[in-house]
DNA sequence: TTTCTAACA
DNA sequence: TGTTAGAA
């Protein structure tokens, strides 16, 4: 079993997580609420972060706080990830989708009632993974399509 | 006690 | 961003 597994297990509760990021309960929710990030729901309902989700929303903060733009320059620029590229969708799915014609929001901040997407969980997908560290998207980028 | 959603300051 | 309501 190889430890870095662990850093995908949400362990931590929304008050832990706000502590350690030295950010609040609301605005935690609000990134979520904007589609930035996409807590572990628990049984109940519950948010529960994961130490990945922690580097992310520390991206996140990066950006806002030292790059100045705000979160809706996150979200447009989220939008602008050739999600069908990269999980290599049809034309045709890729025509029918919502989130290639929208650029408002990240395609995992949509409801995708058909096409690939559809059916999976935009918290496992690549598409959403590849882009949870600020160090590792210009890479992620050149990457696309080879 | 803690967190949830939603609405509002 | 913070606060408040009522519910779980």
């Known amino acids: 079993m190889d430890l870095?597994?662990?850093?995908?297990?949400?362990?931590?509760?929304?008050r832990t997580a706000a502590e350690l990021?030295?950010?609040?309960?609301?605005?935690?929710?609000l990134y979520e609420k904007e589609g930035l990030i996409i807590?572990?729901?628990t049984n109940s309902n519950q948010r529960a972060y994961s130490k990945h989700d922690l580097e992310r929303i520390?991206?996140?903060?990066?950006?806002i706080k030292k790059s100045k733009i705000s979160?809706?320059?996150?979200?447009a620029m989220l939008a602008m990830i050739p999600c069908w590229q990269i999980i290599g969708c049809s034309d045709l799915?890729?025509?029918?989708?919502?989130?290639y014609s929208d650029s408002s929001k990240p395609c995992w901040a949509h409801k995708h009632d058909n096409g690939v997407c559809a059916t999976n969980e935009c918290r496992e997908c690549t598409v959403y993974k590849d882009f949870s560290e600020c160090s590792k998207v210009k890479e992620t980028i050149q990457n696309i399509g080879k």
């Open 21 to 29: 990021l030295k950010i609040s309960i609301p605005t935690l929710r």
């Open 39 to 41: 807590p572990h729901k």
């Open 4 to 14: 870095n597994k662990l850093d995908d297990k949400p362990i931590f509760p929304i």
């Open 93 to 99: 799915d890729r025509d029918n989708c919502i989130s």
């Open 58 to 63: 520390e991206c996140i903060r990066k950006s």
């Open 71 to 75: 979160i809706n320059g996150i979200k």
